[in-house]
């Protein structure tokens, strides 16, 4: 998704971000995530981003590990979103979505009078993610494809092959891995990987090991 402000430097983008953990989810750069706000902290965390940047980091919270204040700690990597679209319901929610801007690497979580959690981070080890469609033709298309198909096969879900066909490799590896129904530790090392060319290898032999255990939950993917 194409967003008002487009980012071509790290340098513009601020090291102190609000963060939003959330266990299962999972943006990219120039993905788009759905979300539903509900939560007076998060609630709190819109408006203040609406008056600056309206830049917000997603990340998961690492359910591994020790709890500190009454939370769990945070996984290392995240992605800083852009917000892009707000309604109001009415009821005291947001129904919002972040447009994915590039991924990062949390520095340090600080202590702050916001209800909700600020991180120091760096964005160098992901500077390319700056650069649309970075290392497309790199990727095992057919492989990606190949993983799909299997399991549209086995779970029975329908998909918009024609849709499909005219997706980009980059919209392709983006969006499977987005809408992937696999788990946090999955959606992280999707997340994590190194390169597009990376990721549509993890998530191919993500896809593969779900498909040698039988699992898998059924869904629409259009």
Known sequence: MSINKPYVDINLLPALIPVFPLDGALMLPRGNLPLNIFEPR???M??????????????QPDVMSDMERGEFKLHSV????RLT???ETGDGRYIISLTGVIRFKLVEELWVITPYRQCIVAYEPF???????SGESLVDRRAVLEALRAYA???KIKIDWKSIDQTSN?????ALSMMSPFGPKEK?????ASDLKARAEVLVAITEMELARGQGAGSTLQ
């Open 42 to 44: 998060y609630m709190t």
């Open 46 to 59: 819109i408006d203040d981003a609406l008056k600056t940047e309206r830049l917000i980091g997603m990340i």
């Open 78 to 81: 995240g992605c800083l979103g």
């Open 85 to 87: 679209q707000l309604a």
């Open 127 to 133: 500077a390319e993610d700056l650069i649309p469609h």
């Open 153 to 155: 096969e086995r779970t």
């Open 170 to 174: 980059e919209d392709l590896v983006n």
């Open 188 to 192: 992280q090392a999707l997340l994590e």
